[in-house]
T-cell receptor, first 109, second 114 residues
Framework: GQNIDQPTEMTATEGAIVQINCTYQ??????LFWYQQHAGEAPTFLSY??LDGLEEKGRFSSFLSRSKGYSYLLLKELQMKDSASYLC??????????WGAGTKLIIKP | DTAVSQTPKYLVTQMGNDKSIKCEQN?????MYWYKQDSKKFLKIMFS???????INETVPNRFSPKSPDKAHLNLHINSLELGDSAVYFC?????????????FGPGTRLTVL
């Protein structure tokens, strides 16, 4: 079967750095997405990786290793507004998005 | 202007009823989707639809049916509602299907079946 694994919940301190990991086992791979979802709101796009390596976008970076079936989202200089769920999703060989359950990130002052 | 809009935002109804949720996108996108997000927060794709193709997740009961009057709209009709249908339903759109475009989500419709 297809599987996306992420930690259920993480806690970090304002101003710090946090890394949210995602491992996947899917039938084929056509890229990996990270979305942010604040409580009671819709998911919003953060990043897309299809090649190995690190993609940096402001305070957020996303890393991919296809050989390891692994990605992480790195958030720097954490702000209170970063408290949200972070969803990892993989595009499989049929171009269907397979979603993880998300990681709830709690930021403390 | 809202890119992807859904109505209603909240829907409370009795078991056995039939209901519809409307979705509209003003992005000029070719593909629209319906997702169900249950209490465990898993996002499950229900349908994806463009002008050429409707792709149905085989796990979706046939009580659920998408209806698209035009490219900018994809409504979700649900017959004979059951308690397990209670969830948040998100509509989304992307430029095209089968490619690596980001999806833009609507605000969600929280459906509660009593």
């Amino acid at each position: 079967g297809q599987n996306i694994d992420q930690p259920t919940e993480m806690t970090a301190t304002e101003g710090a750095i946090v890394q949210i990991n995602c491992t996947y086992q899917t039938s084929g791979f056509n890229g990996l997405f990270w979305y942010q979802q604040h409580a009671g709101e819709a998911p919003t796009f953060l990043s897309y990786n299809v090649l190995d390596g690190l993609e940096e976008k402001g305070r957020f970076s996303s890393f991919l290793s296809r050989s390891k079936g692994y990605s992480y989202l790195l958030l720097k200089e954490l702000q209170m507004k970063d408290s949200a769920s972070y969803l990892c999703a993989v595009l499989d060989s049929n171009y269907q998005l397979i979603w993880g359950a998300g990681t709830k990130l709690i930021i403390k002052p | 202007d809202t890119a992807v809009s859904q109505t209603p935002k909240y829907l409370v109804t009795q078991m056995g009823n039939d209901k519809s949720i409307k979705c509209e996108q003003n992005l000029g996108h070719d593909t629209m989707y319906w997702y169900k997000q249950d209490s465990k927060k898993f996002l499950k794709i229900m349908f994806s639809y463009n002008n050429k193709e409707l792709i149905i997740n085989e796990t979706v009961p046939n009580r659920f049916s998408p209806k698209s009057p035009d490219k900018a709209h994809l409504n979700l009709h649900i017959n004979s509602l059951e308690l397990g249908d209670s969830a948040v339903y998100f509509c989304a759109s992307s430029q095209a299907s089968g490619v690596t475009d980001e999806q833009f989500f609507g605000p969600g419709t929280r459906l509660t079946v009593l």
